[in-house]
């Protein structure tokens, strides 16, 4: 594929995609949430989308989710039972009751940690967490994440476009080269918070 190939195929990305993307499909796939906003902030500058309206759908579609998994966590669904049961049992204790402890810290935390605010949702209601209190407190720690992973990418595209104005042909992939890279990076770092060494 021709690098001029790739504008043309963010063009086509629709702002109800980045919505559907992370409330449902982005929960489904092992890409972590931190690449696909960073990936969004670089794609929301080298087209027409607006990064602003970019980042306000995508935090509405990851706080549609975490409330959806916390109502269904209160009910006792089965897929919340099954999220539950994939971590790590001292894990969850460890989070429990660290809740119990200072539930507005550990929220706060549980919303900016890769791939446990995953588990934030369940965790707490389960916990006895009010949803009015997770709904404050996740809402503006997810906002935050949210903005901070999108300027990431929004740097790295205009640090690429100054330094390599001139070779714009290698700007594409350089970028993919370093969000793979990251993208380990979190997978690395996600096996080796589930799985402490004894």
Known sequence: ??????????????????FLWF?????????????????LGY????????????????LAGLLLFDN????????GHTLAKKMTTKAQDNLIARIRKKLNQNSKKTLIILALLPKLRFLSPVIS??????WRLFLIINSLATCFYVV???LLGILFHQQLETIFHRVAAW?????????????????LIIKKYNHPAT
Request: proline share 5%; with cysteine.
């Open 1 to 18: 594929m021709a690098h001029t190939d790739l504008p043309q195929y963010i063009y086509h990305l629709s702002y109800l995609g980045i």
């Open 23 to 39: 409330a449902f499909i982005e929960q489904l796939t092992p890409v972590p949430e931190e690449i696909s906003l960073i990936t």
């Open 43 to 58: 794609i929301s500058r080298h087209s027409d989308l607006n990064p602003v309206v970019c980042g306000v759908i995508s």
């Open 68 to 75: 959806l998994l916390f109502y269904l966590s209160l009910t």
């Open 125 to 130: 209601a389960n916990a006895g967490i009010s």
């Open 148 to 150: 901070f992973y999108m």
């Open 171 to 187: 700007q594409h992939a350089i970028f993919i080269v370093a969000i793979l890279a990251l993208a380990s990076l979190f997978i």
